[in-house]
């Protein structure tokens, strides 16, 4: 596990993975402001914060073939673009108010 670098950030914030530019990600387990996300090209995971629709902080939490299974989330949840899932929450965090 390391903090991201301010790119990859960046990456994720314009819904992209950094590692291999695809956009569609597999929602894993989460808590609080944070929710984890596995980048369904090339399995690299990222626990992200994400308050209003905007990347507060991330980590790099590892890779699909060396983590814990997250099986019983896919069930049920389908991957999402990440762009979506940010605006998802953005306007969540609005109606809340």
């Given amino acids: 596990m390391r903090d991201l670098t301010k790119r990859e950030?960046?990456?994720l914030q314009l819904g992209r993975c950094p590692a291999c530019g695809c956009g569609l990600f597999q929602p894993?387990?989460?808590?609080?402001?944070s929710q984890n996300f596995e980048c369904t090209d090339c399995?690299?995971?990222f626990n992200l914060a994400i308050a209003a629709g905007i990347l507060l902080v991330g980590q790099f939490i590892?890779?699909?073939?060396?983590?814990?299974?997250?099986?019983?989330?896919?069930?049920a949840h389908?991957?999402?673009?990440?762009?979506?899932?940010?605006?998802?929450?953005?306007d969540d965090?609005?109606?809340?108010?």
């Fill in 9 to 11: 950030e960046y990456q």
């Fill in 28 to 33: 894993g387990p989460r808590g609080g402001l």
């Fill in 43 to 45: 399995g690299r995971r």
């Fill in 62 to 75: 590892g890779d699909a073939d060396t983590g814990t299974d997250w099986t019983r989330f896919y069930a």
């Fill in 78 to 90: 389908r991957p999402h673009m990440l762009r979506e899932i940010l605006q998802e929450m953005a």
């Fill in 93 to 97: 965090s609005q109606t809340h108010q």
